[in-house]
């Protein structure tokens, strides 16, 4: 793929957002304090960041007042992948870091929480009653025997009580884990059972769609199939009593407590979040209270600019770690914006209204919501007052072109477009946001601070302008400390260094760009790899989607046993759209004009619809080994896909393709 020209941003910031950004302030004060470049702007500080990694991170600390209970002796004590030790002998709490904005008297009763649900009635949660909520359950948790390094679990839908829950986790010291209420029994078993969790929080039900779903059967079932539970909390989402044995929340929540956080080392654990677990059970992340507080400080009060006069909004659900991204903005004494609900309900425009409703500031969604609203032709900027939107960032999925431009015709023409790609692995970003820097179509605007990124071939060469492997060469302090029941490290290294040795490689494609963007191509174990030219499914998936017959598509290439090559496209239409010749035709040439013959695909097949993992990312390999023959049982984990009916389609046609 060819880079953007430089010339051409389709954003930019002018001189007094930038003298005013947060990443600027942080440049002039490192350079006076620590030796960072005063000049060259952003690629300079990034430099400097990877060049001189413990005296940035030690920056880092020092500017966003990081509490250090017991000093550290050193910033980085061991930098090997895997394995890097951060601030050995530093102690602090992550929840008394995002807890802090209540001790100021200016801000103590302004809405650290706003919560939305389908009515869309906002009910705002100050900064001292979400202290005084955490208070009261750290002590009640304490009073059930929780202690450091305990895990307690979530099964909640996105609410303030699973904010609170998981702030009060924190403050004792113990080890939080989520799933959100739409996954079933055997999704959350799956990742629980693993974890073996102390306490579980839990909802009766949820509202999705405008309808109510209740979740009693199951919470029993979680009950029954989770034997070490010491006690479980009810939550009265949809009104019902506490069942027997179960805890009310209400009581436990009740009493006006200080809260006491328990200092803890930096790299202790402070979540356990999953892979998607397609092929297998999900790994178990785990990552550090020091490590994320550090990581998130940077991305959130740096990349993304957040700070005390910002509302945080971003479009997920407790069983992504965007969620848990979410949550950080506390840090920056940033109002974050909780929504429950349906991201279509009651149409399409349900997250822009709510943007609109709660003020808004940075506004997050995924990709595939983008480009949903593009296709259903609404028009965001003109039906909604959305002036306080400085931002729309976009993950999950690469944004292709076309959503850069729709965001930019339909939303506002000063509009600071943040596509930005990381993972669970990180809880964070690679690239993306950075508010200094102009904005291309198609591109993330540059490598995180902190973070060597580098587009390597196989030999390990770094790349310009060329596809490669996304690699990291230097450590992260939210990379995992661990996966959970890995003893000897084997997975956790298999997952990152098995290709590089001590360099992390994420599994995707990438290009850095000559002017020092980023672009994503999608993930390298699902790779086209046709007559040696290799292209990532994001590329087809761009292509493809812009024509208004496609609602959605999904590509798998397929080496076969004879030394042939099998490209099928599958393609989910809008309503009324047929496949027919004259369709089949204008997607072959599609992809023949805007990318490579090569890759245009051997047939073009109609599915009922694409299947997801539970997080919304389409699945390819399991539909890869399906196609290769693979059985049901052995190519997927049940518990990980929206709708399992969906793959017999694709274990069928490889029946048939072999008869």
Request: hydrophobic share 40%.
């Amino acid at each position: 793929m060819t880079a953007a020209t430089p010339d051409a941003p389709l954003w930019q910031a002018g001189p007094d957002r930038i003298e005013a950004a947060a990443v600027t302030r942080f440049q002039n004060w490192a350079a006076t304090r620590y030796g960072a470049p005063a000049d060259g702007g952003y690629a300079a500080l990034h430099r400097w960041s990877v060049d001189e990694l413990d005296t940035f991170w030690q920056a880092v600390a020092e500017w966003f007042d990081i509490r250090f209970a017991t000093p550290y002796e050193s910033v980085l004590g061991d930098r090997a992948m895997p394995g890097a030790t951060w601030f050995p002998g530093a102690t602090l709490n992550y929840a008394e870091h995002a807890l802090r904005t209540a001790e100021n008297p200016a801000r103590a009763d302004t809405p650290a929480l706003l919560y939305v649900d389908e009515t869309h009635t906002q009910v705002p949660i100050s900064w001292t009653e979400l202290r005084r909520q955490v208070g009261a359950l750290a002590a009640e948790l304490r009073a059930l025997g929780v202690t450091s390094g305990d895990r307690v679990s979530g099964y909640l839908p996105n609410i303030p009580q699973a904010v609170v829950a998981f702030l009060a986790t924190a403050a004792v010291g113990g080890v939080w884990t989520s799933c959100a209420p739409d996954f079933g029994a055997r999704s959350v078993l799956d990742r629980f059972q693993q974890i073996e969790p102390v306490v579980l929080f839990t909802v009766d039900g949820y509202r999705y769609g405008g309808k109510e779903h209740d979740r009693t059967e199951t919470v029993a079932e979680l009950r029954r199939e989770l034997p070490t539970l010491r006690a479980v909390v009810h939550i009265p989402l949809l009104g019902t009593d506490a069942p027997e044995g179960a805890l009310a929340w209400a009581a436990l929540t009740s009493a006006d407590t200080e809260p006491v956080f328990e200092q803890v080392p930096f790299d202790h654990p402070l979540w356990g979040l999953y892979s998607s677990g397609t092929t297998g059970l999900p790994k178990a992340i785990v990552q550090s209270q020091g490590g994320i507080l550090l990581e998130h400080f940077k991305q959130l009060g740096l990349h993304c600019d957040l700070g005390p006069e910002d509302r945080f909004f971003w479009y997920t659900s407790t069983g992504w770690m965007m969620w848990n991204f979410l949550v950080s903005g506390l840090l920056t004494g940033t109002t974050v914006v909780l929504y429950d609900g349906s991201p279509g309900y009651p149409d399409v425009s349900a997250q822009w209204r709510v943007a609109e409703q709660t003020g808004a500031t940075l506004y997050g969604t995924s990709a595939a919501y983008v480009m949903a609203c593009r296709k259903a032709d609404i028009h965001p900027g003109r039906d909604f007052d959305l002036s306080r939107v400085q931002c729309v960032a976009t993950t999950g999925s690469p944004l292709p072109p076309d959503g850069f431009r729709w965001l930019h015709d339909e939303v506002a023409e000063d509009l600071w477009i943040a596509s930005v790609s990381g993972g669970t692995d990180v809880c964070s970003c690679f690239a993306g946001a950075v508010p200094t820097l102009p904005v291309h179509i198609g591109e993330l605007q540059a490598p995180c601070l902190g973070t060597d990124l580098q587009s390597w071939d196989p030999a390990g060469k770094p790349l310009i302008n060329e596809v490669g492997e996304l690699v990291v060469t230097n450590p992260l302090p939210s990379m995992p400390i661990r996966f959970w029941n890995d003893p000897d490290g084997s997975r956790y290294h298999d997952s990152y260094f098995d290709m590089y040795p001590g360099v992390w490689r994420h599994g995707d494609w990438i290009t850095i760009t000559d002017h020092g963007s980023v672009i994503i191509h999608g993930r390298s174990d699902s790779t086209l790899n046709r007559q040696g030219v290799r292209m990532g499914s994001a590329d087809i998936y761009e292509a493809v989607e812009r024509l208004p017959e496609i609602r959605e598509s999904l590509v798998i290439g397929l080496e076969e046993p004879d030394g042939g090559y099998w490209m099928p496209l599958f393609v989910h239409l809008t309503e009324g759209a047929t496949l027919d010749d004259e369709l089949r035709a204008a997607i072959k040439q599609t992809i023949r004009d805007n990318l490579s013959p090569r890759h245009v695909p051997d047939e073009v097949i109609e599915v009922p619809a694409i299947p997801h993992t539970l997080t919304g990312k389409r699945i390819e390999v399991p539909v890869k080994r399906l196609l290769q023959g693979t059985e049901l049982a052995k190519a997927v984990n049940p518990g990980s896909v929206d709708n399992l009916d969906l793959l017999h389609f694709y274990a069928d046609l490889a029946e048939k393709r072999r008869a």
